[in-house]
């Protein structure tokens, strides 16, 4: 996620780029090492992502990240948003068990969540990710790894890394004692959405399919997100960890502002458009009544109004 001028904005939305992956430089980097997690049930493990944008101050640390531990081995659901953020997982982990970490999860292509995939490598661990993911980073990765790196500084960065398990529709990933199901969504967040379940605890792992007080950013599809979050809605799941906001959050009540946000997106971006408005004026009137209620609101609101146009415009 990326703080810009309005004129780079501007540019970015008439050339389609998400802007839910790029940086600005500010400060200094973040201190290295172990930070603080909460333990949102037994064994589920979860950073607190900055309502911010990426910089250089954050380490592009803005994502909910963490890990499961089970009987056997550790899961790291979503390594961070840059190398020097995996890095500083890594150490949390290797903090809080002496188990191997066998899987690395990533949720989707946004920077935010899977730049931090290499801080993993020595430790030869099976990373899994959408059957799709391999295909998205094969298209954005060069250039998000080029924009991280000219705030963050290369070394700081890392490489995007591609999956070596890719989940077609459904998958069990077995940690001893616990079994964690990974389902590969539609177009829903971004074409690559990977969401967890936890079938020990109930607790489920939606990633970016689930904002929480930061406004959604959308990359791919406004109506298959409303209809994956339907679908989340029904699993029966106690808990959720979003992929922005608080580290855990009740369920399915949990899912009201982003469903009053998405459904408002599409209904009064229909509403434009049947009364001829054009997208620019459509930026400045569709779902204003949602901007007090997300951080970041005016940063993505835009963009998330110019997607809905273009994918609704000739229906």
């Known amino acids: 996620m990326i703080a810009r001028t309005s004129t780079t904005r501007r540019n970015f939305l008439a050339g389609g780029a998400c802007l839910c992956c790029l940086p600005s430089a500010r400060r200094a980097s973040a201190a290295p090492g172990p930070f603080a997690t909460a333990e949102i049930a037994e064994g589920i493990h979860i950073r607190r992502g900055l309502d911010e944008d990426a910089t250089q101050e954050n380490d592009d640390a803005i994502a909910n990240i963490g890990f499961i531990i089970g009987r056997d081995a550790v899961l790291v659901t979503d390594p961070g948003g840059s190398l020097a953020d995996g890095e500083n997982l890594r150490a949390t982990i290797s903090h809080a068990t002496n188990l191997p970490i066998k899987y690395v999860v990533m949720s989707h292509v946004h920077p935010d969540h899977i730049f931090g995939a290499g801080a993993f490598r020595r430790d030869d661990p099976i990373y899994v990710g959408h059957i799709r993911l391999a295909e998205a980073l094969q298209q954005r990765g060069d ?23 890719e989940v077609r529709e459904t998958a069990e990933i077995d940690l001893g004692d616990r079994i964690i199901e990974a389902t590969a969504h539609p177009t829903a967040h971004t074409m690559t959405d990977l969401s967890l379940l936890d079938k020990k605890t ?6 970016d399919l689930v904002f929480v007080g930061r406004v959604p950013s959308l990359d791919g599809s406004l109506q298959g997100w409303i209809k994956e979050l339907a679908k989340l809605k029904r699993l029966g799941a106690s808990r959720i960890v979003p992929g922005h906001g608080p580290v855990s959050v009740e369920w399915p009540a949990g899912a009201a502002d982003i469903e009053l946000y998405l459904t408002t997106l ?10 001829g408005i054009d997208i620019e004026a459509a930026i400045s009137t569709v779902a204003q009544s949602e901007r007090g209620k997300w951080k970041l609101f005016d940063d993505y609101n ?9 994918e609704l415009e000739w229906q």
């Open 143 to 165: 250039y998000y790894s080029s924009a991280l790196a000219k705030v963050l500084g290369p070394k700081s960065v890392g490489a995007p890394v591609a999956p070596t398990m």
């Open 202 to 207: 109930g607790v489920l792992l939606p990633a």
């Open 302 to 310: 835009g963009r998330n109004v110019t997607e809905a146009y273009k």
């Open 266 to 275: 599409e209904r009064e971006t229909r509403q434009a458009i049947a009364k």
